[in-house]
C-alpha cells in the first residue's frame, strides 16, 4: 500500500475506483482516513466512476 507517500496532516492520496469501495474503506490502515468521495460523471462511458480522497494522519 501507499499509505507513506503523503505528508502527515497535509498529505492527500486520491484514488480512482469503479464502484463505490465501501468494503474495502472498512481495511485502511491506521494512520489513513477518509476524507470524501466524489462521484464522477465520464462522458461516453457506462458504468460508476469514484474519486476517493483519502488523508495521512
Known amino acids: 500500500w501507499c499509505h507513506h507517500l503523503p ?3 497535509q498529505g ?3 484514488a480512482l475506483k469503479g464502484v463505490r469501495p465501501d ?3 472498512t481495511q485502511l490502515p491506521a494512520g489513513v482516513s477518509l476524507e470524501s468521495i466524489v462521484r464522477l460523471q465520464v462522458p461516453e462511458l457506462e458504468g460508476e466512476r469514484h474519486l476517493v480522497i483519502l488523508k495521512a494522519n
Open 7 to 9: 505528508a502527515k496532516g
Open 23 to 25: 468494503e474495502e474503506l
Open 12 to 14: 492527500r492520496f486520491y
